[in-house]
C-alpha cells in the first residue's frame, strides 16, 4: 500500500516534487506515495489555481494541519534552506517523517549516501562516493562530483555543478548554472550566485557571485 505524504509549498519547488513523486509512482507497479495534499501558509492566487488545475488538494496553513503529520510522511517544496530548515525542524517535532524523493531519471552512483528529507530532480546527476545531509534538494540538471559532501539543507539550483571533492557545509545554496570547483570548502549558509564560478573556498555566510565568483559588495 503506498504510504501518504504531505507537499509543505505550493510554490515551484513545492510542484516540482509533486511531478517527483508522480515520476516515482510511474516508474513502480504498484504506487509508492499517495500525495495526501499541500500545505501552505500564504499561497499566491496564482499556485492556488495551479495546484487546482491538477487536481490536489491544498490543506491550508502548516499549524492548522499539527495533527496530520504526526507520524505521517512528508517533503519539503521549499528552495530557501532557512525556510526549509525552520519548517522542517517543526513538523519533524510533531512527529512527521521525512521522505527520500528520488527521481527515476536521476542518475545516482555507487557508495551515495542520501540521508532522509533529501530531493533529487529528475536529470540531476550524483557521482561516486557522495553524501547528502538531511533535506538536501539537487535541482533538474544540477551535477554532484565524486567525493563531494552536502550537508544538511543544502539546495543545488537547475543545472548547476559541485565538482569532485567539495564540501558544502549547511544552509548553503548554490545558484542555477553556478560551478564550484573540485576540492573546495563552501562554508555553512553561504550562497553562491547564480552563473558564478568558485575558483577559492568560500566563507561562511557570504554571497559570492561572478567569475571567478568574489564577495557581492552589498553583502560584504
Ligand atoms: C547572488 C544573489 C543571491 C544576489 O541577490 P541579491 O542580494 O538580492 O542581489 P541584487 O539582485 O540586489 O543584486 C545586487 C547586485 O548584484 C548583481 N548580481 C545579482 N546576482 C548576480 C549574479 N548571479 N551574478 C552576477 N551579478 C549578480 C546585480 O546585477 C546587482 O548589481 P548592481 O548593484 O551593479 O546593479 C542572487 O542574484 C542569485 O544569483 N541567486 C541565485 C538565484 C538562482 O539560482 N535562481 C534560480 C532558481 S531555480
Known amino acids: 500500500m503506498a504510504d501518504g505524504i504531505i507537499v509543505i509549498g505550493a510554490g515551484g519547488f513545492g510542484r516540482?516534487?509533486?511531478?517527483?513523486?508522480?515520476?516515482?509512482?510511474?516508474?513502480?507497479?504498484?504506487?509508492?506515495?499517495?500525495?495526501?495534499?499541500?500545505?501552505?501558509?500564504?499561497?499566491?492566487?496564482?499556485?492556488?489555481?495551479?495546484?487546482?488545475?491538477?487536481?490536489?488538494?491544498?490543506?491550508?496553513?502548516?499549524?492548522?494541519?499539527?495533527?496530520?503529520?504526526?507520524?505521517?510522511?512528508?517533503?519539503?517544496?521549499?528552495?530557501?534552506?532557512?525556510?526549509?530548515?525552520?519548517?522542517?525542524?517543526?513538523?519533524?517535532?510533531?512527529?512527521?517523517?521525512p521522505a527520500i524523493l528520488v527521481h527515476p531519471t536521476a542518475v545516482v552512483g555507487t557508495r551515495v549516501a542520501i540521508a532522509a528529507g533529501s530531493v533529487v530532480c529528475g536529470g540531476a546527476q550524483i557521482s561516486t562516493n557522495v553524501q547528502l545531509g538531511r533535506h538536501v534538494q539537487v535541482n533538474p540538471g544540477a551535477i554532484i562530483g565524486h567525493d563531494s559532501v552536502l550537508d544538511d539543507f543544502v539546495s543545488v539550483n537547475p543545472g548547476a555543478i559541485v565538482s569532485g571533492e567539495v564540501t558544502v557545509s549547511g544552509g548553503t545554496l548554490v545558484g542555477a548554472g553556478a560551478i564550484v570547483l573540485q576540492g573546495l570548502a563552501v562554508g555553512a549558509g553561504a550562497t553562491i550566485g547564480a552563473g558564478a564560478c568558485a575558483t577559492r573556498d568560500v566563507d561562511p555566510g557570504t554571497v559570492v557571485v561572478g567569475i571567478p565568483a568574489r564577495v557581492l559588495e552589498k553583502h560584504s
Open 16 to 97: 516540482e516534487t509533486l511531478d517527483v513523486i508522480a515520476a516515482i509512482n510511474a516508474s513502480t507497479r504498484d504506487s509508492v506515495w499517495d500525495v495526501i495534499g499541500v500545505v501552505d501558509d500564504a499561497p499566491a492566487e496564482i499556485q492556488i489555481e495551479r495546484l487546482r488545475d491538477r487536481e490536489i488538494r491544498l490543506l491550508g496553513g502548516i499549524d492548522l494541519n499539527r495533527e496530520l503529520f504526526d507520524g505521517t510522511h512528508y517533503t519539503v517544496g521549499i528552495g530557501s534552506p532557512g525556510a526549509r530548515s525552520r519548517i522542517a525542524e517543526k513538523v519533524e517535532a510533531w512527529g512527521a517523517l
